[in-house]
């Protein structure tokens, strides 16, 4: 595909449960980055990878989040334990070869609902 | 702490006319700043970035300024047309790739 694209787009939950999202970016970028949008709310940085490894962890909220990216293109999010308050729509970009000048190309997002 | 702040949840401009869209920051180690554009159900997409060493950048209808003494930035959109109706999120960095945006200003062009 042209873009960057996210699976599922709609994911609901309950209290307590485990979700993974699925991110694939564009072709050949090779630094990948997840944010959270709560309602109201602009884009809140997660994470960001580039290649394999995480480049910059700061920006999750806690244990129960982690990202993997195992060869380097598509990334799944892990949440454990999920809570209401992760409820949000959760974002994807990449960009080429990361780095701030470089255009972070976003993907439509997958809605978390935790009931 | 909201570091990038947009205070006008809404903007109404009618078509032709132009849209100005204001941003202020509290970090002073903030060195590059974008604009970005959403449609509902869609990722934000890129509109528009300036550097830290500029004042002004323009590209088409849309130009960014920044004024570094103020800690504000604001985006002018001229003409403003219907399709231009979106949020609008400004976002900055410190260096890295790690964006920090503001919480969006939702502009409508009517006819």
């Known amino acids: 595909g042209a873009g960057v694209s996210q699976t599922p787009s709609n994911k609901v939950t309950e209290k307590g449960k485990y979700v993974e999202l699925r991110c694939d970016p564009i072709s050949g970028h090779t630094a990948l980055y997840w944010y959270r949008q709560s309602l109201g709310q602009g884009p809140e940085f997660l994470i960001y990878f580039q290649g394999t490894g995480a480049a910059d962890d700061s920006g999750l909220p806690n244990d129960r989040f982690f990202a993997v990216r195992p060869e380097g293109s598509v990334s799944t999010l892990k949440i454990q334990r999920t809570e209401r308050g992760d409820s949000a729509v959760y974002l994807c970009?990449?960009?080429?070869?990361?780095?701030?000048?470089?255009?972070?190309?976003f993907g439509p997002g997958t809605r978390l609902t935790v009931l | 702490d909201q570091q990038v702040k947009q205070n006008s949840p809404s903007l109404s401009v009618q078509e032709g006319r132009i849209s100005i869209l204001n941003c202020d920051y509290t970090?002073?180690?903030?060195?590059?700043f974008l604009w970005y554009k959403k449609y509902p159900a869609e990722g934000p997409t890129f509109l528009i970035s300036i550097s830290s060493i500029k004042d002004k950048n323009e590209d088409g209808r849309f130009t960014v300024f920044l004024n570094k003494s103020a800690k504000h930035l604001s985006l002018h959109i001229v003409p403003s047309q219907p399709g231009d109706s979106a949020v609008y999120f400004c976002a900055a960095s410190k260096g890295t790739d790690k964006l920090i945006f503001g919480t969006g200003t939702r502009l409508q062009v009517f006819p």
């Open positions: 970090n002073s180690m903030f060195d590059y």
């Open positions: 970009a990449s960009s080429l070869n990361g780095g701030r000048t470089d255009t972070q190309y």
